[in-house]
């Protein structure tokens, strides 16, 4: 084939691909990426982060973004990689607590509190761990109960029994926005020496823009590594940072956990990869550095507002057409009780309507991304009572 063939045929393809401006994707964390990222893309292609010393500027720059990240986490000093999502950075996550146990103790089943809410990622890392995961109960607000874990933890003292090696907080739970009370699991973790983790992998780029007036007096807000337990979290420029996938963040306080993380890499410029993948593009690291740059502090909290003034005006229009939310809205996500989300999420999508459904509560979910716009809130609620009346 000539080359405008390839071109042709693979326009084919890209036209049966949903397009976010189209407003009909309203369960995806990820959004159509800021424009000037086309140009960084194209310019860093080629780049490999998997052998730093071969592409020195662009390793830079993702020493930079970190330390920008750092920045809005209250982190002076961290240390960690754009990596290819918040699942590998919860893995990771994992990776560093499981090595830590292993260090402490031989012959012992590394063992992780985290809520029922928590990502499936984190499924994944107990598979390849072999992870003892326990999940409390959670509160009428979605968060961990923390008297179960500090009663868990009491009793496992007591009994001199199998210790905990690690807690993960969500900050940003997927389903429903729900923020972990992280500051008292910050504390918990500190009096016992466990490793605490947030995955902050939506909310890390909103909650430190978000205006008082939109934060709720049920959830704690304080999350990132100013409270002193918190020791890595995940954080994604491919979701609200408006970067290019793949742009996954994993940071940690400092740069004492990445021997924990490392293999040796003899082939390599560098002798060390403390990252899961090995081969990695640049490409997300710089476009993360130019839209932190070019946006700054402004723009991600014009961005924040924006998309929970959204938010508010899709719960107020649907509770007049008869919905009720889950819960009142945490961050830009939005559950709908619902009888059956399976089936109602089903009719919709044969509308053209893409939203998603909870498992830890019948609800239908509805990411209200910045490429939502308040016509496309009217239209898909318009397209659900349709349904419902079916
Ligand atoms: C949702 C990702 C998603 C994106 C869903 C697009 C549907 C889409 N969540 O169409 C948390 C709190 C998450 C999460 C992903 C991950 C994994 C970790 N933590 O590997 O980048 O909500 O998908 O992030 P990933």
């Given amino acids: 084939m000539d080359e405008r063939a390839v071109l042709e ?32 893309s194209d310019m860093f292609f080629e ?30 000093n961290p240390f960690g990689y754009i990596i290819s999502g918040g699942t590998e950075a919860n893995i990771t996550a994992m990776r560093a607590i499981n090595n830590i146990a292993k260090t402490k103790r031989k012959n012992h089943k590394t063992t992780v509190i985290m809520p029922e809410t928590a990502h499936f990622s984190f499924e994944k890392a107990r598979e390849m761990m072999d992870l003892n995961l326990i999940t409390p109960p959670l509160t009428k607000y979605y968060t961990m109960d923390l008297k179960y874990i500090n009663d868990f933890i009491e009793d496992r003292n007591n009994k001199n029994d199998i210790s905990v090696d690690g807690i993960v907080g969500i900050a940003g739970c997927t389903e429903l926005g729900a923020i972990d009370n992280i500051k008292e699991l910050s504390k918990i973790a500190e009096q016992n020496n466990i490793f605490l983790h947030v995955d902050a992998a939506f909310g890390g780029f909103v909650i430190p823009f978000l205006d008082d007036k939109y934060k709720l007096d049920n959830y704690c807000y304080e999350f990132d590594f100013s409270l002193n337990g918190v020791k890595s979290m995940t954080v994604d420029p491919h979701k609200m940072g408006l970067a290019p996938i793949p742009a996954g963040g994993i940071l940690f306080r400092d740069k004492s956990f990445k021997k924990y993380l490392d293999v040796e890499a003899p082939y390599l410029t560098d002798i060390h990869q403390a990252t899961i993948i090995g081969t990695r593009s640049g490409v997300g690291v710089a476009s993360t550095w130019g839209v932190m740059k070019l946006f700054g502090e402004e723009g991600y909290k014009n961005l924040a507002s924006e998309c929970m003034d959204k938010t508010h005006y899709l719960v107020k229009e649907a509770k007049k057409l008869g919905f009720k939310p889950v819960i009142d809205p945490v961050l830009n996500i939005v559950a709908l009780e619902d009888d059956n989300p399976e089936e109602t999420s089903l009719k919709l999508r044969k509308m053209g309507w893409f939203i998603s459904i909870c498992k830890c509560v019948k609800a239908l979910r509805i990411i209200v991304m910045p490429h939502v716009e308040k016509e496309h809130i009217d239209k898909f609620l318009g397209a659900l009572t349709e349904v419902k009346k079916n």
């Fill in 9 to 40: 045929e693979l326009k084919k393809y890209r036209k049966m691909d949903l397009k976010y401006e189209d407003g009909a994707i309203l369960g995806s964390m990820c959004t159509k990426p800021h424009p000037i990222t086309k140009k960084i």
């Fill in 47 to 76: 780049t490999n982060l998997g052998d730093p010393g071969l592409f020195r500027g662009a390793k830079k720059l993702e020493d930079e973004v970190i330390n920008n990240i750092g920045k809005f986490l209250n982190n002076p």
